[in-house]
């Protein structure tokens, strides 16, 4: 294998291909990065056997050939050289980098021994790359916690005209939901959240007016297609909760407040709220919000958000880091808050954009 580059076109590539080396491995290749050239057309590939990413660029005086080198020693060499042109040539199971007056060698393992990088079987969904940015909003719900496997996932549901994207911890739940042209081909899949935030990554670092979704062969991958970025993910196997339940149907009481003096509001009472639940403590009354926290050996505070307030009278604790979450998310100047019941769940809304709510599940006072 031989092919030049310009450094400044490889380096961002191989950087981000690298994120995905498989970490404190047992397995050496798979902290290798797969260089490939077929053609004109550079492959760069990695994997952690979660997520593999792929990624094709061209390059000039090209010669057909592969290797894997450990992508740390890799990124960092080529991120030294500075902006110049690059060779990179492999002979049996060494890299040859050449560039000015530096000659470096990096010793790898044969490709063959490479993962394979599960890549689609079937036509897949096309949507927008700012529906997959929409995701943005909902993936701080999904549990971080690895003891259930299903809450870590963010549930990827396309029917007819419509796709749905949730996250719950069980604690609280994150629902976007984006119009789709009509006729869109079924889809449907618990995605790891840490697949969602590469994608996001990959988005922000490349031009990709499209992104496309597809199942693998065995359809226990997704693969996602953006430009010539090819992200394949594992997908995780379970029955995710039956979120549309979770929705309270019945609201008692509406709180409409402007955004960023609920936000400071709920920041000022997460300061007095040590203790382990986190409590802060919401009372409706007419044309205004109360938040109330306090901890033995802090003290306590109490405060006061104007708003239009109807319904019934309530007092409904939350956990602050909660409430703070779907706040903070909110996209536009103005908050909903429906009620449901002092220990039932509560919605939190977006006013002026549809398709977006977080339930957050209250706290029971002793």
């Known amino acids: 294998m031989k092919f030049t580059i310009l450094q400044q076109d490889l380096l961002p590539v191989l950087q981000s291909v690298s994120r ?33 990413v792929i990624k094709f660029l061209p390059v000039l005086m090209a010669a057909d050939g ?10 960092e060499l080529v991120s030294g050289l500075g902006q110049s042109e690059v060779t990179l040539e492999s002979a049996q199971e060494v890299l040859t980098v050449q560039s000015g007056k530096l000659k470096a060698s990096i010793n790898g393992i044969t490709a063959s021994e490479f993962p394979a990088i599960p890549l689609s079987a079937e036509k897949g969904v096309s ?40 996250a719950t911890d069980g604690f609280r739940l994150a629902h976007r939901r984006v119009n789709l042209p009509g006729g869109t081909t079924k ?27 597809s199942a693998s062969e065995n359809q226990n991958q997704i693969i996602f297609t953006l430009g010539q970025t090819i992200v394949s993910s594992r997908l995780i196997e379970g029955t995710f909760p039956a979120w549309e339940k979770i929705i309270p149907q019945t ?22 709220a040590k203790n382990e639940a986190h409590i802060v403590v919401l009372n409706t009354k007419k044309g205004f919000l109360t938040l109330k926290s ?8 109490e405060n006061e958000v104007e708003g239009e307030i109807e319904g019934e009278e309530l007092q409904i604790a939350f956990n602050t880091k909660f409430l703070q979450d779907a706040v903070s998310n909110i996209p536009t100047s103005q908050v909903m808050m429906e ?23 209250p706290v029971r006072l002793s």
Do not use: C, H
């Not at 047992?26 to 593999?52: F, M, Q, R, Y």
């Not at 889809?187 to 979704?213: A, G, N, Y």
């Open 20 to 52: 995905s080396v498989g970490v404190r491995s047992n397995l050496p290749i798979l902290d290798n990065i797969l260089l490939s050239v077929e053609g004109k057309k550079l492959k760069l590939a990695a994997t952690n056997l979660e997520i593999g």
């Open 66 to 75: 592969e290797i894997t080198v450990p992508a740390k020693t890799l990124v």
């Open 127 to 166: 949507l927008p790359k700012e529906v997959i940015l929409r995701s943005a909003q909902i993936l701080f719900a999904a549990a971080v916690d690895e003891g259930r496997p299903v809450l870590t996932g963010v549930f990827t549901d396309v029917t007819d005209s419509k796709l749905d994207f949730v």
């Open 187 to 213: 889809f449907r899949s618990l995605v790891p959240r840490r697949t969602f935030e590469e994608i996001l990554r990959i988005i922000s670092e490349q031009e990709v007016d499209e992104v496309s979704l």
């Open 251 to 272: 609201i008692v009481g509406r709180a409409l407040i402007d955004k960023d003096q609920l936000l400071k509001a709920v920041k000022l009472a997460a300061i007095f």
């Open 294 to 301: 306090s901890a033995k050996e802090l003290g306590s505070q």
């Open 339 to 361: 009620f449901s019941g002092t220990l039932s769940a509560s919605l939190i809304k977006p006013i002026g954009e549809e398709g977006l709510e977080y339930i957050v599940m």
